[in-house]
């Protein structure tokens, strides 16, 4: 089976990255876009400019301690390409896009806050991709996806679920 590369470009906080260059990359929380994963915007689609989107966001709510202006990963992503689902063309995107619409009002039916709606949006894309995989998520081990990177924004991105697909951590340096 063919081994597919991509770079991958991934926002932290400075005290993050230091954790991440010691030991890897941790999933994130089941709450996330995709569930529990590690998200990247792809580089060769413009990634250090909705990373840094990105980046400024998570310093703007304070998710990173005072002082830290976060930082902007780069890694080579490699795995088997029978282990990559590609949901960002048609038509998986437009089933995915009519299954989040749905929920969106479902959702406004119930008069749930905003958090609880995004949760509850995040939890049906969830569903939709293990409905896609007979044997549940961990068969897959990245998805080609598109991410928001601001409210209504979306570029192309990749999930990695299996965090051995990740390699060649460098930082990006940019201008603060």
Known sequence: MPTEHNYG???TCKKNFHDIMATGFHKSQDNRYFGSAVYFYDKSFNGECYANFHRQ????????????????IQANLSCDSE??????EEPLYSILKKVEQDCWEES???NLTYEEKKKRVNRRRVY?????IP??????AMLKAMLPYKRNSYTQ??????????KSLKEIVYAS
């Not at 966001?57 to 902007?72: P, R, S, Y």
């Not at 939709?128 to 896609?132: E, G």
């Not at 044997?135 to 897959?140: K, L």
Request: with cysteine.
């Open 83 to 88: 282990f990559i689902l590609n949901i960002s």
């Open 108 to 110: 406004d039916r119930l």
């Open 128 to 132: 939709f991709i293990q409905s896609l």
């Open 157 to 166: 991105g990749f999930v990695v679920y299996d965090t051995a697909c990740i």
């Open 9 to 11: 470009i991934h926002a």
């Open 135 to 140: 044997d549940y998520i961990e068969n897959i």
């Open 57 to 72: 966001k998570i310093l703007k709510h304070n998710h990173c301690e005072k002082d830290d202006l976060g930082v902007l």
